[in-house]
């Protein structure tokens, strides 16, 4: 897992795509710009990151931005994780869907959208999970 100061040039390197920086026992966490999560995962996985081990919702309620998605990656050759996480507005809960890139967010995505009302924009079968 990147270090604090290893997380602080990667925030570096994405500008201002990268929101903040959080490490915390041991875990390095990057909030990141909804509407930049495609560029932001694609140049994690260009650094070795190349696992969606995990995409999952968030309910912040009462704050606003209330809805979160939050994506694990995993670099699988040196062991290595990092958290990224974003934030919709209620009103609005949309954001790009990943799964051209990371088919396995098809189905979680699909989960977040029946649990959380988070739109994914391009997703190809956007739909409740007991629905088929």
Do not use: C, N
């Amino acid at each position: 897992m990147p270090d604090a100061t290893g997380l602080e040039l990667l925030a570096a390197d994405l500008g201002d795509a990268a929101l903040e920086t959080v490490f915390f026992r041991s875990r390095a966490t990057l909030v990141i710009d909804p509407a930049r999560v495609r560029e932001v995962l694609a140049a994690l996985r260009d650094r070795g990151y190349s696992h969606l081990a995990s995409l999952h919702g968030v309910d912040y309620y009462p704050e606003e931005p209330r809805l979160g998605v939050h994506y694990e990656l995993l670099d699988m050759g040196r062991v290595d994780r990092i958290t990224v996480k974003l934030r919709v507005h209620s009103e609005r809960p949309e954001v790009d869907s990943v799964t051209a890139e990371w088919p396995t967010a098809d189905h979680q995505e699909r989960e977040v959208y029946d649990m959380f009302g988070v739109i994914f924009r391009g997703h190809h079968d956007l739909r409740r999970i007991g629905e088929s």
